[in-house]
């Protein structure tokens, strides 16, 4: 891996520009949520050179370029561990690895090698999948599925995206073929199955959103499944698609959808209100920044991607 550029903090956040082995320019991030890395340590890496999807919040998915090879994968990993911890050994009570910086991880089956590379390698690895469950990737959440239930049985973060209870809406956010409701709560329930964790329902929570407590609970059986309540973060593609942050940042809570949190409560669902540590959009590590995508648009987002602006 070489390094291009390294944006950011290292108390908070680091984005990492690369080029892989391979040649391809990859973005990855570290952080420290709890601000000692001796109890929590970070990684977010991509699954693929861009991504086909295109979220209408998201700035990874501008371009495609295919996917990443395993070694590719792993290179985003073993960079930031050599420079923090140079005898490969990871002093820190959890090692968290997230596949979701940029690109759908269900369209590359790399994904699963890497996955029991990394459990083989380190003791206190915790992996976490964002995917969005694109139709035609059923063959990789049935190994993931065969994965989990044979090395990660308690601690396997899985998280679906769908951030509307609105299915048409959801088509418009999300705009590629994807499992309905239905078929992502009977993939939950046979992924839960095992124990662990419960399954993630994540909402990056626009005003413009439709978010009903009653349509979750129709489908998503609060036994294993729990909302995570994110802010929408400032990109391009916000602007652009002229969508309206719904997050207190200060407090967690929504806005408008404040109600929607409420019923969900009294439903008896867990529900996480997952705001970081603000600075973050500065550094551009939240979920949906895509420092290069900043780079070549040049949008003005106010202080957002700031630490980026000293590299264009």
């Known amino acids: 891996m070489e390094i291009l550029s390294e944006i950011g903090d290292e108390r908070v956040a680091k984005v990492y520009i690369g080029k892989t082995s391979r040649g391809n320019i990859v973005e990855f991030v570290e952080?420290?949520?709890?601000?000692?890395?001796s109890e929590k340590w970070v990684l977010i890496i991509s699954s693929l050179n861009g991504c086909p999807v295109g979220c209408k919040m998201c700035d990874a998915g501008f371009f495609y370029k295919g996917k990443l090879t395993l070694d590719e994968l792993l290179e985003q990993v073993e960079y930031p561990i050599r420079k923090r911890f140079p005898?490969?050994?990871?002093?820190?009570?959890?090692?968290?690895?997230?596949?979701?910086?940029?690109?759908?991880?269900?369209?590359?089956?790399?994904v699963i090698d890497a996955l029991r590379v990394l459990g083989e390698r380190y003791e206190n690895f915790h992996p976490s999948l964002s995917t969005v469950a694109p139709i035609g990737t059923d063959k990789f959440f049935?190994?993931?599925?065969?994965?989990?239930?044979?090395m990660f049985k308690d601690n396997f973060q899985l998280q679906f995206s769908i951030h509307s209870t609105d299915e048409k809406q959801r088509d418009e956010i999300i705009p590629i073929k994807k499992w309905d409701f239905e078929?992502?709560?009977?993939?939950?329930?046979?992924?839960?199955?095992?124990?662990?964790?419960k399954i993630t329902l994540n909402f990056a929570l626009a005003a413009e959103n439709i978010a009903d407590a009653d349509v979750i609970e129709e489908h998503f059986p609060k036994e294993y499944f729990l909302i995570k309540i994110t802010p929408l973060n400032p990109t391009v593609s916000v602007k652009k698609n002229k969508l309206t942050n719904d997050v207190d940042l200060e407090t967690g809570m929504p806005i408008k959808h404040r109600q929607f949190v409420d019923a969900l409560r009294e439903k008896g669902y867990d529900v996480i209100l997952s705001v970081g540590d603000t600075k973050e959009n500065l550094i551009g590590s939240n979920c949906g920044q895509y420092i290069l995508r900043f780079i070549k648009e040049r949008e003005d987002l106010g202080e957002a991607y700031l630490y980026a602006k000293e590299i264009v």
């Open 31 to 37: 952080s420290i949520p709890t601000k000692d890395i």
């Open 87 to 110: 005898d490969g050994k990871v002093k820190t009570k959890k090692f968290k690895i997230q596949f979701a910086r940029m690109g759908e991880p269900a369209f590359n089956p790399a």
């Open 142 to 150: 049935e190994e993931l599925l065969e994965l989990k239930k044979e």
């Open 183 to 197: 078929r992502i709560a009977d993939y939950g329930a046979r992924f839960y199955d095992e124990g662990g964790k």
